[in-house]
């Protein structure tokens, strides 16, 4: 509940970071503190001896929206109807204190637990996350610190607790189009050149063209419009210049750069004068469905009783960035149905089983050698 208490909208963390160190120092666990550029990262970790499972996840959120809209007011949590309402229950705090009190329970448990725990916190997951989770990557790695194993803490179910996992994600790559005409008067055409009527059978290709297909472990590469712009605002005017903003989603088969050649292709063989610029938001990533993956499922399983789906849609997260690093990194959190939305939620009733199955993913990996002997192991 204090997690939610904070107002952590982007790129503040309002101690949020102190009061999970504070909480598991006597535990063991060292904080070190990472800023960058009014950033503040936390990485926090118990135990020098591999394997090292890391929980990483943020502890900034988005900005609430109309507060007059919400049930109660988001940053003061509330419980109503079985649901614990209040902006970053579900993205994430909730997975944030799961992981503290699954660590809790684990290590009173097993206070000699092999192996090694840490988490990595950021409050600029929500934001440009230029100086996030990347920089704590960039200096682990320069020390030559390893990891085994990450979970993120994102919400990643759909309708059930325990429904679904991620193991990857698709990459991101956004342009700005600008198409250059000549502004000039509607009632004689002929003196001027409307870029919309030329960008449109350029606009009709691209978003008609099928830009990669579908694979066992990713949905087909994706072409959206965000927005468009052109225009003085006068209804007589043509104009001069039209913006166009678009988003490719793609997988590891649709490289960054086959994009980039083939949209520029289709523009200059419509015969357009036109500026594009690209923003490479983030690679694609993919855990194979090796021992991580596996020991997620089996601790759903055990919990919940369900055979959690392995997934790789939905947007970014900063999975992309550990994944350079770290040879397995998956996503599991509780449903995001809710998530960026007003009256942001989750259910009172996950809470207790969401840190279980966090512990239960400790004591397979950082316990006893862990084989998964469920029919739905898949290779």
Known sequence: MELLRRPSVTPEDCGCQDLIAERLKPLGFI????EAAGVKNLWLRRG???PLLVFAGHTDVVPTGPESAWLSPPFEPTIKDGLLFGRGSADMKSSLAAFVVAIEETLHEQPHLPGSIALLLTSDEEGPARDGTVRVVEKLQARHETMDYCLVGEPTCVSRL???????RRGSLSGR???RGIQGHVAYPHLARNPI??????LTELACTQWGEAN????ATTFQVSNIHGGTGAGNVIPGTVELLFNFRYSTSSPAEQLQTRATEILKRHGLEFDLDWDHGAQPFLTARGELVDALRDSIRTVTGLKAEVSTTGGTSDGRFISRWCREVVEFGPINASIHQINEHVR???LAPL???YAGLIERLLGEPFHDEGEDNEK
């Open 162 to 168: 325990g429904d679904t996992i991620k193991n990857g």
């Open 177 to 179: 189009l600008t198409v």
């Open 355 to 357: 840190t279980e199955i």
């Open 216 to 219: 066992q472990d990713f949905p």
């Open 31 to 34: 904080a070190e503190t990472i």
């Open 197 to 202: 009527h030329d960008m449109a059978p350029a």
């Open 348 to 350: 009172v009733e996950d």
């Open 48 to 50: 020098n001896q591999a």
